[in-house]
């Protein structure tokens, strides 16, 4: 091998190198912004997560309220109905 083979040798080799380092980075970079926007949307999701928690729990209330023997008299009053026991209304 000559000099000039040598040379030109290690200029391609120091070029592949070069070469692969930029793509290696872009990659990482581009890697970078999709975890954090993964991340993103996995904090967006627990928020709605615990907003649909505190949904249920409020629904369980409401649910635990209209269970209630007052609140299904009241309502039946609401729409009318009239029990045994009543006086007559009319």
């Known amino acids: 091998m000559n000099e000039d083979k040598k040379i030109r040798l290690i200029i391609s080799g120091t070029v592949g190198a070069v070469v692969l380092v930029f793509v290696l980075l872009f990659v ?3 890697q970078m912004f999709k975890i954090s926007a993964v991340r993103r949307k996995n904090a967006e999701l627990d928020n709605a997560i615990m907003e649909y ?3 249920i729990e409020s629904g369980e209330q ?4 209209r269970k209630s023997k007052a609140w299904i008299v ?3 009053y609401e729409l009318g109905y009239v029990f045994e026991n009543d006086e007559n209304l009319k």
């Open 28 to 30: 990482m970079v581009f």
């Open 62 to 65: 409401t649910l635990e309220a």
């Open 74 to 76: 009241k309502r039946a």
């Open 53 to 55: 928690y505190q949904l």
